[in-house]
């Protein structure tokens, strides 16, 4: 990855964080959403809230030694999400990975999955700040869903109003 960054001016590391350093509640994600939930958590940051989020851009091989790298030592509680839904197994890829991770460590993080992008949903600011608010309850809800209505199994997140993340001067 040093070389890409040499030859294309991009730096991508395994795993990279972005947020408060001393966050309690960090998403753990890969592809599409990370770039709304950099914004959004950005936004957040803007007033006093310790989220963040961990872009994961190289996920196997699993790197543990990368990831506890870059994720705050504050962490109490992870979402992870995939977009993936995999009916017949215990949890998602990335969700699973994350979690046994942790299994059995000291002071380990709450840890729960959920869901983005199915159906080819677009991920909104409103659907972030709803991961972050289902992690600030006390017993948050785990294997839930943003993006779409889900009405059989009732796995949705609830979804405030829409917030905007563009920066003043930007179309």
Do not use: W
Request: some cysteine; hydrophobic content about 40%; charged content about 25%.
């Amino acid at each position: 990855m040093d070389e890409v960054a040499k030859l294309t001016g991009r730096v991508y590391k395994p795993f990279q964080y972005e947020g408060a350093p001393d966050a309690e509640k960090v998403i753990i994600s890969m592809g599409s959403s990370c770039d709304v939930a950099h914004e959004t958590v950005n936004k957040m940051l803007e007033s006093g809230e310790k989220v963040g989020i961990v872009k994961c851009h190289l996920y196997r091989p699993f790197s543990v030694e990368y990831l506890m790298k870059v994720l705050p030592k504050t962490v109490k509680k992870i979402a992870v999400l995939d977009r993936t839904k995999e009916p017949g197994a215990l949890g998602e890829p990335l969700f699973l990975d994350v979690k046994a991770l942790f299994q059995g460590r000291e002071n380990a993080p709450m840890v729960i999955g959920g869901r983005y992008g199915l159906s080819s949903k677009d991920t909104t600011p409103a659907q972030i700040v709803a991961v972050f608010d289902n992690l600030e309850l006390k017993v948050p809800k785990p294997d839930f869903t943003i993006g779409i209505v889900d009405d059989v199994t009732f796995k949705s997140l609830p979804v405030k109003e829409e917030i905007s993340i563009v920066k003043p001067g930007t179309t």
